[in-house]
Each structure stands twice: as structure tokens, then as C-alpha cells.
């Protein structure tokens, strides 16, 4: 089963990988660090193609860059404040190092913006070695350009990894997508990709998105290692009519290692009429991936699925979604989902998050299970908090919509109201286990729907179910969670900031405080080591019920 040491290690060491690659841009830009300095070139609006491309003597136009080859550790400069018109071009003829890569940015203390009109902003095909810094990339918009914003590409043969791909400070609108980072030939593709600080919007596709060639029957994943930290995905509404889910936030399939923290995606996914996404932030068909410290919310669709805020999906293996705040999305605040054809989905942790109203259409959840494929199994779903209020359609605080295998559900508080269900597991599950839960119906009476069944009363439906047991004795509860101010966590915009959510801590005397299932010591299952707010846990005698502790 995937542990918070797996987790917090993973996400430590891409981390960490992703400053020292900050680090090591800033030096490469402002002195040379190879024993022979390689070449600087400039471009400027009042420069000529006909010059050296010096400081003093530079080109014009995005055309004589893409007519040079260029190698580790060159670096082209356009002039900050410039509007430069055209389409940058790269191929296997240039290429850096991860030590030296290639570097494209801005000089003169603002960024350069590159405007593609209907084509790509940048296409990087069948090679790597790149550093992307300080410069914006404004395509013709929706309906007009049809390709990426930033594409890099590989189709080679014989399973190679690309290295190296930097993206950071970087503006990306009026595109199809965004960013893409795509190979397709078995399992070659990029690794170590790192996207940070950068804004990706009003795009008609997705905002973010990382794939790879994908097989049931597949042993390994085309890319490696892919961090993406301080992004903002929003207005990227999605396309009716397309034959894929497009309006995504941020999506990476086909990975291996994979952390996506301190970002948000909003407002995505209103045109998507595809049954099959789009979601704020979410994995498919990938294996150790970390989705932390995220906010996603108001995010749409246009169909009668999707539109959420969190997604384990198809093919995701070993993975964890933890102290991430999800509110106001269409579909689920935190799906896990495995669809017909995908690899073995399991192993996957949902742990110390948020919903708040989430569900707003299509009877979603804050947590939602949904299997149409091989199987969703071996699930730990613990200390998450989750409000629910009534919706177009009805909603549900938690929802096992199909069958499962091995779920455990412990330690987590429910809170719904006007007669919202705080729980409905469908019939069919195997090994399914409650336990600690608080179920709190604010305003109105309980609902918990099991099967054909509806019980008013937790006793009642201890007593059919054998659930809410540990050995012979009762656990769980029914009574008011005495939270600071459930519903009212609002937006926050600023993923560095998501512990000022305080609707959702307990207050003095809360029930929920100290009462927890000890999950190291009963079941084997580590409860990581801090709770949503960032304390280390326990604060007090024990552990407390939810995702924040007293």
C-alpha cells in the first residue's frame, strides 16, 4: 500500500530538483559556467537578420532564429517589452544538456512576448535540453489557432528518454493548449520536466497537459519525473464536439514520478461536451504521483460527467492526492476513476483535503468511485473533511457509484445539508470497510444510502451493515463536528495560502479532537506527518477526526 514516506520522498526529491534547476538557470544567464563560454544571441525589433546576433549588433526576427542550430548551453535573448512576431522552431539539429541546456528568454527587465498568430508559440521536435524563462507566448485565440502554445514532441525509436525540459515564468494564452509535453512510439518520451510559476489561459483546449503512448499491456511509462509547481490554469474552457476531454487544468498520463503542488486551476472545461473529463487537476494511466497543497475550483463541463476539481484516473498506481482544497466544481472534489482498456488501478491514497460544495451538477460527490474498466481497489480514504449542500441535481458526500475492492474509508468527516445523502455506497463491494467516520446532517435528518436502503440513524445502520465497527465495539459518530464555520471556506486564489481555510478546524470541544482511529497502530497504514493546516500531527493526545487538527 503507497505510504506518506513514499509520498513526502517522491515529492522532496522532485522538489528539490526542481530549485536546483531554478538555480542553476539564474547562473547560467548572468555568467557562463562551461570552461568555453558558448554563444549569446539577441534579437530585437530594431535589430537586422543580416548582423552577428551580439548585444550591440542583434537579429530581428523569430525567422534567423529558427535558422540557426544551437548547442549546450547557447542562449537567445529577446528584448524585453518587444512584441515579436512568427513561430520558434527546434529540432534534433539543437539541443542541450541538463548540466548546459539551451536557454530562451527575455533581456531588459520585462518579458518579450512571442506572438504566434494561428500556429505554435514553440516547437521542440525530437530533442530536449531546454530552458524556457521570462517571456510570453499570446497565440490568434479560441477558434483561430488550433496548436499549442508550447510543444515539445519525440516520436523516436528505441525507448529513449529526452532530458530536461524548464518551463518557468511563462505566460501562455489564445492557444489550443497551452503547454504539451507528448511523445508517441512505445516508450520513449521526456524526463525530468519541470513547468513553475507560470500561467496558462483563455485557451480552447487544456491548460497543462503531458502524455505518452499508452497500452493496456504496457510495462513502463514513456516520462519520467515531471514537477509542476506555482502554475495557474484558468479560462481554458474546452471544446464541444472534441473526440477527447479537452478543458483541462493541469493533466499528466503516462508518467512515472510525478509531483503537481502549490498550484490552482479555475474556471476550466465550460465548452467540454466529451464524456471523459474535463477536471482542474488531475493523473491518468500514471504510478507514483503526488497531487499536494492544490486549490481547484468553479471548474465546468458541458456534459453530464467530469467537471471536477481532483482525478486519480485510469491506469494510476501507487498515488496520493492529500492537503489539496477543492470547492464549487460541476463534478466530484476528488474522483478516483478507473475506465475500460486501462492498466491495474491501485494502491491510491485520498488524504487531508477539502470539499466544499462540490457536485454541483450530474449527482457528484466530494468523494467519488466510480469503476468502468478493471477495477478501482486497494484505496485508503482518511482525515479528509467534506461539506455538501444541496445542488441542481443531488449530490452526495461520498459516493461508491460501482463496485470495489479494498477500500477503506477511516477517520474522515461528512457534513451535509437540506437532506443531502452524507453517504451512498451502491451494492456489490468487496472488502469495503467504515470506520471512524463522523456523519453530520445540518439541519435536516441523516441520510445513508446502502444498496436499495436508506437509514436515518447511524445505530441503524451499524446494526445492517457491520460497518462503523472495530471488532465488537462501535466507532464513528452522528453529532455536529463543531467546526469554526463548515460552507464558508470560500476562494483563496493563492495556493501558498491554503492554510488561512480555517472554516474547517475544529473549535475548543469539538468531538472530533483526540477521538481518531490510530491508523499506524491498528491497521498498518501511516497517517503521514502533517494534517491539512501543515502541523505536524498529533497535536494532542491522539489524533483527531478530519483533515485539520486542533
Not at 468553479?298 to 467530469?306: E, K, P, Q
Request: hydrophobic share 35%; with cysteine.
Amino acid at each position: 500500500m503507497h505510504t506518506a514516506a513514499t509520498s513526502n520522498t517522491v515529492s522532496g526529491r522532485l522538489f528539490t530538483r526542481a530549485l536546483i534547476c531554478r538555480i542553476v538557470l539564474i547562473s547560467l544567464i548572468f555568467c557562463c559556467t562551461v570552461s568555453v563560454c558558448a554563444t549569446d544571441y539577441y534579437v530585437s525589433p530594431s535589430g537586422n537578420d543580416h548582423a552577428n546576433g551580439t548585444s550591440s549588433s542583434p537579429w530581428k526576427t523569430i525567422n534567423k532564429v529558427n535558422r540557426g542550430r544551437y548547442t549546450a548551453g547557447d542562449r537567445i535573448f529577446f528584448e524585453g517589452g518587444a512584441n515579436f512576431s512568427g513561430n520558434l522552431y527546434f529540432t534534433s539539429s539543437s539541443a542541450g544538456t541538463p548540466a548546459s541546456p539551451i536557454i530562451i528568454t527575455s533581456y531588459g527587465g520585462s518579458r518579450a512576448v512571442i506572438s504566434a498568430g494561428s500556429s505554435y508559440g514553440m516547437k521542440v521536435y525530437n530533442t530536449a535540453g531546454f530552458h524556457i524563462a521570462n517571456i510570453n507566448f499570446v497565440g490568434a485565440g479560441a477558434g483561430s489557432n488550433t496548436q499549442s502554445g508550447i510543444l515539445f514532441y519525440t516520436a523516436l525509436s528505441g525507448n529513449v528518454k529526452l532530458d530536461t525540459v524548464f518551463i518557468d515564468q511563462v505566460d501562455v494564452s489564445g492557444f489550443s493548449t497551452g503547454i504539451t509535453i507528448g511523445a508517441w512510439n512505445n516508450l520513449t518520451g521526456f524526463k525530468n520536466v519541470s513547468i513553475t510559476s507560470t500561467s496558462v489561459h483563455d485557451n480552447a483546449g487544456d491548460g497543462i497537459m503531458v502524455y505518452g503512448y499508452t497500452s493496456s499491456t504496457m510495462v513502463g511509462y514513456p516520462n519520467q519525473n515531471i514537477y509542476i509547481g506555482h502554475t495557474v490554469a484558468y479560462n481554458n474552457t474546452g471544446m464541444a464536439g472534441a473526440p477527447q476531454a479537452t478543458g483541462n487544468g493541469i493533466v499528466v498520463g503516462n508518467s512515472d514520478g510525478v509531483v503537481i503542488e502549490r498550484s490552482l486551476a479555475y474556471n476550466n472545461g465550460t465548452a467540454d461536451t466529451h464524456h471523459g473529463g474535463p477536471v482542474g487537476i488531475w493523473a491518468w494511466d500514471s504510478n507514483n504521483v503526488v497531487i499536494q497543497h492544490n486549490e481547484s475550483h468553479h471548474n465546468h463541463t458541458a456534459a453530464t460527467t467530469d467537471g471536477g476539481g481532483f482525478d486519480l484516473d485510469g491506469g494510476t498506481t501507487n498515488s496520493t492526492m492529500q492537503y489539496n482544497y477543492s470547492h464549487d466544481n460541476d463534478g466530484p472534489g476528488y474522483l478516483l476513476c478507473q475506465y475500460s482498456g486501462a492498466r491495474a488501478w491501485h494502491n491510491n491514497t485520498v488524504r487531508y483535503n477539502i470539499s466544499q460544495n462540490d457536485g454541483r451538477k450530474n449527482g457528484a460527490a466530494g468523494v467519488h468511485l466510480y469503476n468502468a474498466g478493471s477495477g478501482v481497489q486497494y484505496v485508503q480514504i482518511f482525515n479528509n473533511t467534506i461539506y455538501m449542500s444541496p445542488a441542481g441535481t443531488r449530490p452526495e458526500a461520498l459516493f461508491l457509484q460501482t463496485a470495489t475492492v479494498n477500500v477503506a474509508i477511516r477517520n474522515n468527516i461528512f457534513i451535509t445539508t437540506g437532506s443531502v445523502p452524507v453517504l451512498h455506497v451502491t451494492s456489490g463491494q468487496t472488502g469495503l470497510v467504515l470506520q471512524g467516520n463522523a456523519y453530520w446532517a445540518s439541519g435536516s435528518g441523516l441520510s445513508i444510502l446502502w444498496g436499495s436502503s436508506n437509514y436515518s440513524s447511524l445505530a441503524s445502520f451499524r446494526t445492517a451493515t457491520g460497518e462503523e465497527m472495530y471488532n465488537s465495539t462501535p466507532v464513528g459518530s452522528s453529532i455536529d463536528p463543531q467546526l469554526n464555520a463548515p460552507g464558508t471556506g470560500g476562494s483563496v486564489d493563492n495556493s501558498d495560502l491554503l492554510d488561512t481555510v480555517t472554516a474547517y478546524s475544529p473549535k475548543a470541544g469539538s468531538p472530533m479532537i483526540d477521538t481518531a482511529l490510530t491508523l499506524q497502530t491498528l491497521f498498518g497504514v501511516s497517517p503521514g506527518p502533517y494534517d491539512y493546516m501543515g502541523n505536524t500531527i498529533p497535536r494532542g493526545l491522539a489524533y483527531d477526526v478530519g483533515s485539520v487538527e486542533y
